[in-house]
T-cell receptor, first 110, second 114 residues
């Protein structure tokens, strides 16, 4: 089955700097890659997703890139703000229930 | 739209008791997924159901755990004879189009076994 590795497990950045979180997946057939944000004590929320027929997708300050050959995808957050502090999860799937990475705890220091 | 509703939000059970976790999917969503989250861990898939059917239960322990999604009413995750290791947050998610598409998660049930 699919296996998703996520790095780093924790990340601290200064407010205004960029943050990058990387994930690798094992099943080359996977074709859907969402990212979820989970604030402390809250539900995971979908923030952006990408399909395998697209190399990059952007939504305001967040973007996701996908490298199918290397089987990795990344989340980029620019101009970070304190409210970006949360745990971020990547996931991958090919028509099966989502397989999640272990998460990255992002702290944005004001 | 009320979103995915889970109850209770917090549940405390003594070892050996039963825990029943409920999940009402978003209106129009017929696909329900249950995940377990341990502290500092990711979301571990347990079971995927559609109305009246279990589609994939590969992540659910064979003993003590069961799930259902009846024609009427919420999906239920049932844990019999709970042990301390069952303490975790259990999240339910739903979707309208099945696997391969994004989910909407509920707020979770935090189970504590004492």
């Amino acid at each position: 089955g699919e296996n998703v590795e996520q790095h780093p497990s924790t990340l601290s950045v200064q407010e205004g700097d960029s943050a990058v979180i990387k994930c690798t997946y094992s099943d080359s057939a996977s074709n859907y890659f969402p990212w979820y944000k989970q604030e402390l004590g809250k539900r995971p929320q979908l923030i952006i997703d990408i399909r395998s027929n697209v190399g990059e997708k952007k939504d305001q300050r967040i973007a996701v890139t996908l490298n199918k050959t290397a089987k990795h995808f990344s989340l980029h957050i620019t101009e970070t703000q304190p409210e970006d502090s949360a745990v971020y999860f990547c996931a991958a799937t090919l028509n099966t229930p989502l397989v999640f990475g272990k998460g990255t705890r992002l702290s944005v220091i004001a | 739209n009320a979103g995915v509703m889970q109850n209770p939000r917090h549940l405390v059970r003594r070892r050996g008791q039963e825990a029943r976790l409920r999940c009402s999917p978003m209106k129009g969503h017929s696909h329900v997924y249950w995940y377990r989250q341990l502290p500092e861990e990711g979301l571990k898939f347990m079971v995927y159901l559609q109305k009246e059917n279990i589609i994939d239960e590969s992540g659910m322990p064979k003993e003590r755990f069961s799930a259902e999604f009846p024609k009427e009413g919420p999906s239920i995750l049932r844990i019999q004879q709970v042990v301390r290791g069952d303490s975790a947050a259990y999240f339910c998610a739903s979707s309208s189009q099945g696997p391969g598409y994004g989910y909407t998660f509920g707020s979770g049930t935090r189970l504590t076994v004492v």
